[in-house]
Structures are given as structure tokens and as C-alpha cells.
């Protein structure tokens, strides 16, 4: 009888409960404040969380400050809401609005224009709304109004008036929200009217007290829901009927979670969950829970009011705490369907249907810790710390204490259904139908663990340095330095944890440790067991959690499933995952491992170029002396709150490494072009890539040579310019003294001319006075002052006209008629292609050649036709002048001894216009004409540059 009373004391002191795995922050972690009100999370997936010392956002990381142009000592924020393109809102205590851009509040004009007794009745904005037009409504305890944007104001809209008899609740439908609007006169009554205008439908619904008026009014799955000081309450679409649920605390606030449960925040009571109107499970039992947030990675965040801030990674992952588990759990084994847990002090607890069961172990000398435990022969063998064994039933009702040959016995290794060997540190003792067998000691090193094998049953030993072989006595050692901590059968095959955190399958055929393939992309961390699930999921607990991979999608990552120090893993009946920590139990729902595992945002927060800000657009111009620069990032995972990152600089210099904190700094890089790709150990997050470029200086860019080089070319083409100019400057200099020299000269022969011409004019004027020819005389005086005057007009001038050369020849030929009595008739043809007026020639250039085809080939003459022709012709680009006469013909001369005066000034004239222009040829040719008869006649042609006769500079 007292051995029953003493079963049934013990397992009612082993009635588990339930807990999330809450995480804890408070003002050591950052907080402004342990007084911790409303939550929100934006559309980036910030955490923002609001107390009554100021705003903060978590990163993943760390809480910053937000909201912080708010002066310190103001009222506190007390709720949030955030419209579909990201524009957050946000009221305070005393229902101040403002609109959030940029961490900062902007306050929102127009409330002031509200009645005195409205503000008074908007001491406490419970909640707000902004629709698609921008209108934004305020829930109060005891009022609703709207804001309407008006300029840059908003003129308010009350939604509710007065009322004397009944409380009413009119509920308006604005998007896919509601907007209660409490009639705030005369609140006395114990009743209260529901009204949607709508539908124009109504329920009347019973308080339990008076002035416990509805606090918060929601739609919830279709649901119109609200919540008075106790109350949970909701009401069926129809508006026919509702559900009550009471509750002993007072509910602050209320929450739909993603599996559609229903989440009470009560002050002094914790967190409920419900489903319907049914309590699943109670949190934080004692604290005041203000507020409660289901982020987008499944996780839960609870404020509190002294307590600071709570989150559970995962509202599947329950936690069980016991006193007894205290003492740390060293033993975590599913056993055929039954699941055990052991404990540093020798209790030993059953898990099954969601429940812990104590199972009471005859006491030994001294509480040992519970290393292993199996099932041979149809018994139950516990080993002891020292050098005993406990055997129990399938019942563990009749239990005995059994002797082995073995002290501090650690494993227990199955061979078949009634062979077994039990290990220590170096020695291996077999157990059969229930006897234990003679010691034998291990030549090896310390055994770790062990599996059977092949058909034959060998036992494969892990150690410290080796891995063993073991059948019937005798030991082989099957590889050399390969230190194993871990061997179990998944996937059909017998899996190998080494030293190194490695895994591979033990090949039973050659005995030989492989690496597959599926384990080429393990996450660096500390393995401590590894399970299979239906030979597709693979769970690996370790120091930073339980990590899960798909092993039919290789590509895929490793999934954080939850974080911390997971020590070992097992699978209940239903499918659940079991899980310990030193100190706790987990139960992990499977259906969570199916949800795919979301996106965790990564943002590039801030970098500091020689520990300044600088704007992340001017990265790819940074000069050669900003080479100091460190990165930070928010990583908003959720899973841990110190994130382990891996990152790889490519550049001038290389550089890669793993990190515990989201920064990373760089010292003195040289001047080049860099890739910094940085990604979270979670591989949940796609590559975050960053270009950066440090500009060498001016001097070592190419630019600067090729400036150099254009430079130098430029001094060059200028040198070499500058002397070419000089050159052709003295040139020039030289050409022109020449030139003015063959002008002057030029200048000279034609005054030699003008005297020559003069002397034969006076000469026939004196002729004619002396044959009395008086009248001719008179005459020819006339002409000859004419052309005397024209003379001397082109007498200082180089060219002259055509037309006015012309002029000067017609002259010159009527004088010489009328000196020989015009026995001779002249012809002067010009070239259409020439205009007279515009063509410019030396002036008296042929005078003298005329003056000699008349006196030396015309007059001398028998003939009666005597004739002279004078012509003008455009040849490419010269001008020919052509002298022609049919006289006596041209009589060679002995060589420039008989030539005339004039001829011979005629020919120097033409060799100085050669030297001012020897690009052009000019020449002068006398032959004997081509007409028939007795006398030839004489032919001479000019021919003078044709870009000399335009120049009318001359």
C-alpha cells in the first residue's frame, strides 16, 4: 500500500507544462525600456517594438533607435499601422498622430481642430486605419473619428454621436477591415448593441459588468470578435449568435496566429491560445502581456510590462521543463515505439501522447547518470555509473539489479534480439539471454559508439583514433586515423560522425569509411546526432541548432529548423520530433519540417569609409586613401540572435573568413576593383554581392599616362610648330626682300621703258614737224599726251587691268599709224573666258615687242596687207598673249649682242616675276610665224601665271 502511495506521489509531481521556447530581451540586450507595449513589423521585416522609454528596431541583431526626433519625457507610442505601399502611422499615449518616413515621426496636423470633449474621450487610441484615399481613423476607448486629408492638414470626422438610453457598437466596413465606433454619452448600461449599417443588422449582447465596454473589436476569419475586461467574445457572420469565453485576466489585446488560433493578451496573466473559443495552451503565466506578434518566419513576439520583450522561434516547438531535468538530460533513445529520457541524477521519464511519465528505478548506491539504455531479450538493461546493471520488465515493474564485469558502463550495443556487448572507455563485456560474459580489453583507443554489421554480426567500434572491427573475442582495425565520435544507421546504411564534425557511410563491404555526396555542403558547426526521416529528410543537432536538408533536392540548402544547443533527436509515434537541450525537452510538430522556409531578408544597413558614413552609391569612386572601410549588415533572421557569416573579398586582395557579428572590416586595401559576396551560415538567404572601387591616384592611373603622352606630343607638335614657323617666318622675311628687291627692279626696267618709248614718240613727232606735216603733227601731240597721262597712271604699279593695257597698246599702235602714215592695219582679240576689267598683267609687259613688229617688221615691208594681230587667250592656268605680224619675218640675231633694249628689259622683267613666283612658269618665246609667202612674219607669246594676273593685291 505505501509503495503505491509513493507511485502515485511521484507522478503527480510529474505533471509537465507545456512552455514555447521563449527567448528573453531586455534592457541588457539592448531595450529602451522592460516596459514593452505595442509591436509591429514592417513590410522589410523589421521588428519594431514601442515602450514607454522610446522606439527601437531589431535587426536580427541588436534593438536602434527609431523615432527618436520625439523628445524624451513625451508621451509613448501605443499603436502602429502600416499601409500597403509601406507608409507607417503611428499614435501615442496621449493620441498624438504621426506619420513615419525615414525612423522618423512626423506629427500630423488637424486634431487640434476636434471639441474639447472629443479629445477628452480620445485619452486612449487603441488602434488605427489609413485607406487607398488616404482618410485616417482612430479607434478610441470611447470614441471613432476620421481624419480627411485636407491641404496639408486633415479636418476630423466624428463617426459616433450621443446617445441616452443604450450603449451601441457601430461597425464600418472600410477594405478588408472593420472600424468600430463606440456611442460614448451616458456608459451605464449593462447591455450593449451591436450595429452594422450595412446590412442594417443588430445583436443585443449582455455585459457581465457594468462599464466593461468592448476594448478591441476585430474581424477574424470572417469573425466580427471583441473583447471586453474578461471576455472574449464572437459572433457568426449572420450576426445570430455568439460564443463567450472567460477568461480570469483581463485581456488586453487579442491575435489570429497563421494556423487560425486565437492569441489573449491578459495583464498579470499571460498569453492564451485558443482554438474557437476553446484554451489550447497557456504562456507566461503571472506576466502582463500587452502585446503579441506572428512574424513572417513563423516566430511569436510577446510584450510585456516589466518583463521586456519574448520570442519563440516557432509556436510547433514546445517546451518541456521539469525540475528534475534541472539537473541536465544525458540520454535522449527511442526503444522499439517507446521513447526515453535520462537525467545526470538516474531518473528516467517515458515520453508518449504529448506526456512525460516517471518511471521509478530502484535506487543504487549513488544517483549515476543514464547514459543508454536497450532492449535484449525482451528486458530492459540500464547500465549503472559503476559496475552494475539495472534489468526491468517490458513493464518496469520487476526490476533487479544484475553484476557485469565492467565499471562506468557508457553503451549498450545490440547485436540481435538476445546478444548484446556493453562498453566502457576500454573495454567490451558480452551480454547474452541476459548473462553477462567474461572482460576483454580493447588494444585501441577510447570507444566512442558502436553498430552491428553484415551478415556475420560484427560489432564496429568508433574511438578516439581508429575504427574497429569486433567478433567473438577478437579485435581488427579496420582504418588508421580516422577519429570517430558517432556511429548510427539512417538511410539503410550505417552513418559515421568523425572527429572533424564530418559525415560518411561505412561501405560493410570493404569496410571503409565513404563521402558522399549529400554531405559535400554540411554547415559548419558542432555535430552532436544525426536521425533520417522516411530516407528523404536528414536532421543533423548540433551547438547552433537543428539543421534539416531535403536529400532528394541536393541543391537545396540546410534548413535552421530551431535554434541553440541541440543535443540529441528522436521520433514519437506520430511523427513528431523530439528534441533535448542540457536542460529542457522539445517537441517539434512535423508538419512544421513541410512549410517552406522563408525568405530572410539581408540589408546592406550602413558602411564607414575612414570611420565616416558615406553613401553606399559612391563606393565605386572612392580614392586610393579611403581604403578603410567596414560594412554593416541586418540580417532579419530571427532563429539566432548572433549570426555566423561567411564572407569572401575578390580583389587586389583576397580575403575570406567566417564571422559572429553582421560587420566587416577592411584595413589599408590597395587601389583596385573588389567583390565582397556575403552570405548568413543559416543558407537561407541568396548571395548578397557588393562592388566597391578605390581609384589609384591621378599619377598611376592610365589616364595620367595618356594625358602625359598627349602632353609631351603637344610640347613636341608645338616645338616643332614654333620652328617651322621661324623658318617660314625667315623664309617669308627672305622672299620678301627678294620680292621688294625684283619689284624694284622690276620698277626700274619699266622706267628704263617709259624713256625708250618717249624718245621714239618725240623722235616721229619731230619727223612730222619737219615735213610740215602740221596737221598730223597736232594730232599725234594729242594722242600722244593721252597716252602720256596713262603712263604715268600705271607707272607705279606692278599690274594693271587688261582693259587698261588694252587701252595703253590701241594707243600706242594709232601713234606709230599715224607716224608712218597707217600703212598697216591691227587687230586685238581678247578670250571670252577672260574678263578685261578683272584681269590684272605688268603693265607695257609686250610694248616693247610691238614697238619692234612694227618698225622692224611692218614698215620695212613691200608688202600691201600688212597687218598686226594682238590676242588674249586662258590656257589651264595661265594667260597667253600672242603678237603675230606678216612683215619681213624674223631674222635670228647674233646671241644678246644685237638684241634691242627693250626686248632685253622685256626678258629681265619676266625673269624677276620667275623669282617672286617660281611655283609658276612664265616665258617669252619669238619665232617666225607661220603665214605663207615671201615673208614669214614674226610670232611672240607671253605667258604669265594665271594666278598672277587675278592677285589684285598687286
Known amino acids: 500500500m505505501r509503495y503505491l502511495i509513493l507511485l502515485f506521489l511521484v507522478f503527480s509531481s510529474c505533471a509537465q507544462a507545456q512552455e514555447l521556447l521563449f527567448e528573453q530581451f531586455t534592457t541588457e540586450e539592448g531595450l529602451p525600456s522592460n516596459n514593452v507595449y505595442n509591436l509591429h513589423q514592417d513590410k522589410k521585416g523589421y521588428i519594431w517594438v514601442f515602450t514607454d522609454e522610446g522606439t527601437a528596431k531589431y535587426n536580427g541583431h541588436k534593438f536602434i533607435p527609431a523615432l527618436t526626433n520625439i523628445e524624451s519625457g513625451k508621451p509613448f507610442i501605443y499603436c502602429a499601422f502600416e499601409t500597403k505601399n509601406g507608409q507607417m502611422y503611428v499614435a501615442d499615449s496621449k493620441s498624438n498622430l504621426y506619420a513615419v518616413r525615414n525612423d522618423s515621426a512626423i506629427r500630423i496636423e488637424g486634431l487640434e481642430k476636434m471639441s474639447e470633449q472629443f479629445r477628452r474621450l480620445t485619452t486612449a487610441i487603441h488602434r488605427l486605419y489609413v485607406d487607398d484615399s488616404s482618410n485616417i481613423y482612430v479607434i478610441s476607448k470611447y ?78 476569419e470572417n469573425q466580427i470578435c471583441f473583447s471586453t475586461a474578461g471576455e472574449f467574445i464572437k459572433i457568426d457572420e449572420q450576426f445570430m449568435s455568439l460564443k463567450r469565453k472567460r477568461i480570469n485576466g483581463v485581456i488586453q489585446n487579442f491575435y489570429n496566429d497563421h494556423q487560425k488560433h486565437t492569441w489573449l493578451c491578459c495583464y498579470k496573466d499571460g498569453l492564451y491560445k485558443l482554438a474557437d473559443t476553446n484554451i489550447v495552451a497557456h504562456f507566461l503565466q503571472g506576466k502582463t502581456i500587452n502585446d503579441v506578434l506572428f512574424d513572417n518566419q513563423e516566430g511569436i513576439w510577446a510584450s510585456s510590462s516589466g518583463f521586456g520583450l519574448y520570442h519563440a522561434v516557432n509556436q510547433a516547438c514546445i517546451q518541456y521543463k521539469n525540475s528534475d531535468f534541472e539537473s541536465g538530460i544525458t540520454l535522449l ?91 566502457n572507455v576500454r573495454s567490451i563485456c ?94 559548419s558547426v558542432t555535430i552532436h546526432d544525426f536521425a533520417s526521416y522516411h530516407d528523404s529528410l536528414f536532421f543533423i543537432c548540433s551547438n547552433a541548432g537543428l539543421f534539416c536538408k531535403d536529400l532528394t533536392s541536393p541543391a537545396k540548402a540546410w534548413k535552421v529548423v530551431v535554434p541553440g544547443d541541440i543535443l540529441n533527436i528522436a521520433f514519437s509515434s506520430n511523427n513528431d520530433l523530439l528534441l533535448n537541450t542540457y536542460n529542457s525537452l522539445l517537441q517539434l510538430k512535423y508538419s512544421v519540417l513541410c512549410q517552406k522556409s522563408p525568405d530572410i531578408p539581408m540589408y546592406l544597413n550602413k558602411v564607414l569609409v575612414n570611420d565616416l558614413p558615406v553613401d553606399s552609391s559612391s563606393l565605386n569612386s572612392l580614392v586610393y586613401t579611403q581604403n578603410n572601410l567596414e560594412f554593416f549588415f541586418d540580417i532579419l533572421d530571427f532563429h539566432f540572435r548572433d549570426k555566423q557569416i561567411y564572407y569572401k573579398l575578390e580583389g587586389p586582395v583576397f580575403d575570406s573568413s567566417f564571422i559572429s557579428t553582421p560587420s566587416i572590416k577592411f584595413r589599408s586595401l590597395p587601389e583596385g576593383h573588389y567583390q565582397l559576396s556575403v552570405w548568413p551560415l543559416s543558407l537561407t538567404n541568396r548571395k548578397f554581392i557588393i562592388h566597391f572601387n578605390l581609384l589609384p591616384p591621378f599619377w598611376r592611373t592610365g589616364a595620367f599616362y595618356a594625358y602625359l603622352i598627349l602632353f609631351a606630343l603637344f610640347v613636341m607638335t608645338a616645338i616643332i610648330l614654333y620652328t617651322n614657323a621661324r623658318v617660314r617666318k625667315k623664309e617669308k622675311e627672305k622672299r620678301n626682300i627678294e620680292i621688294a628687291l625684283a619689284e624694284h627692279k622690276i620698277t626700274a626696267l619699266k622706267a628704263q621703258i617709259n624713256p625708250h618709248f618717249m624718245s621714239n614718240s618725240l623722235s616721229s613727232l619731230q619727223l612730222l614737224i619737219m615735213e610740215n606735216k602740221t596737221t598730223e603733227a597736232l594730232n599725234y601731240l594729242a594722242r600722244f599726251s593721252r597716252l602720256l597721262r596713262m603712263i604715268l597712271d600705271v607707272s607705279d604699279k606692278t599690274l594693271v587691268p587688261l582693259e587698261t593695257e588694252i587701252a595703253l597698246i590701241r594707243l600706242n599702235i594709232e601713234l606709230e599709224g599715224l607716224r608712218f602714215t597707217q600703212n598697216f592695219t591691227y587687230e586685238i582679240e581678247v578670250d571670252p573666258a577672260i574678263d578685261p576689267a578683272n584681269t590684272f598683267i605688268p603693265p607695257l609687259i609686250e610694248q616693247p615687242v610691238i614697238e619692234n613688229a612694227i618698225w622692224h617688221g611692218l614698215i620695212p615691208s613691200k608688202r600691201s596687207d600688212k597687218k598686226l594681230h594682238i590676242s588674249f587667250r586662258k590656257i589651264n592656268n595661265s594667260i597667253q598673249i600672242q603678237i603675230e605680224n606678216n612683215g619681213i619675218g624674223y631674222v635670228e640675231p647674233v646671241p644678246q649682242k644685237n638684241e634691242s633694249k627693250g626686248l632685253k628689259i622685256t626678258r629681265e622683267r619676266l625673269h624677276q616675276i620667275n623669282r617672286m613666283y617660281p ?19 614674226t610670232q611672240v607669246i607671253f605667258v604669265l601665271p594665271l594666278i598672277l594676273v587675278y592677285d589684285s593685291n598687286y
Request: overall charge positive; charged content about 25%.
Open 143 to 220: 470614441c471613432a473619428f476620421k481624419l480627411i486629408p485636407s491641404g496639408k492638414s486633415f479636418t476630423p470626422v466624428a463617426l459616433t454621436k450621443g446617445s441616452n438610453r443604450i450603449d451601441t457598437l457601430t461597425i464600418f466596413h472600410v477594405g478588408q477591415d472593420i472600424i468600430p465606433a463606440l456611442h460614448w454619452a451616458n456608459i451605464k448600461s449593462e447591455k450593449i448593441v451591436f450595429t452594422e449599417p450595412l446590412s442594417g443588422k443588430s445583436l443585443l449582447i449582455n455585459l457581465n459588468k457594468n462599464n466593461d465596454l468592448p476594448k478591441h473589436v476585430k474581424r477574424l
Open 333 to 423: 533513445k527511442k526503444v522499439d515505439s517507446s521513447i526515453f529520457i535520462g537525467t545526470t541524477l538516474g531518473t528516467l521519464f517515458s515520453f508518449s501522447n504529448d506526456h512525460l511519465k516517471s518511471i521509478v528505478l530502484k535506487s543504487t548506491t549513488n544517483q549515476n547518470s543514464l547514459f543508454d539504455l536497450n532492449k535484449n531479450n525482451h528486458h530492459y538493461f540500464i547500465p549503472n555509473m559503476y559496475s552494475s546493471c539495472l534489468r526491468t520488465d517490458a513493464d518496469f515493474k520487476h526490476q533487479k539489479i544484475v553484476a557485469s564485469n565492467l565499471s562506468q558502463i557508457e553503451k549498450i550495443i545490440l547485436i540481435d534480439s538476445n546478444s548484446a556487448i556493453i562498453t
Open 430 to 523: 558480452t551480454l547474452s539471454h541476459g548473462n553477462f560474459g567474461e572482460r576483454l580489453i580493447s588494444p585501441y583507443a577510447r570507444i566512442r559508439d558502436g553498430c552491428a554489421y553484415g551478415r556475420e554480426r560484427r560489432i564496429l567500434l568508433c574511438t578516439d583514433k581508429e575504427m574497429v572491427s569486433y567478433k567473438n573475442g577478437k579485435f581488427r582495425l579496420l582504418s588508421v586515423d580516422f577519429a570517430c565520435k558517432k556511429v548510427k544507421r539512417c538511410l539503410h546504411q550505417i552513418v559515421v560522425c568523425s572527429r572533424n564534425d564530418e559525415l560518411y557511410f561505412f561501405d560493410t563491404l570493404t569496410e571503409k569509411p565513404v563521402s558522399p555526396a549529400v554531405f559535400k555542403d554540411l554547415p
Open 919 to 937: 611655283e609658276f612658269e612664265t616665258f617669252f618665246n619669238i619665232k617666225k610665224s607661220q603665214t605663207s609667202g615671201s615673208d614669214s612674219g
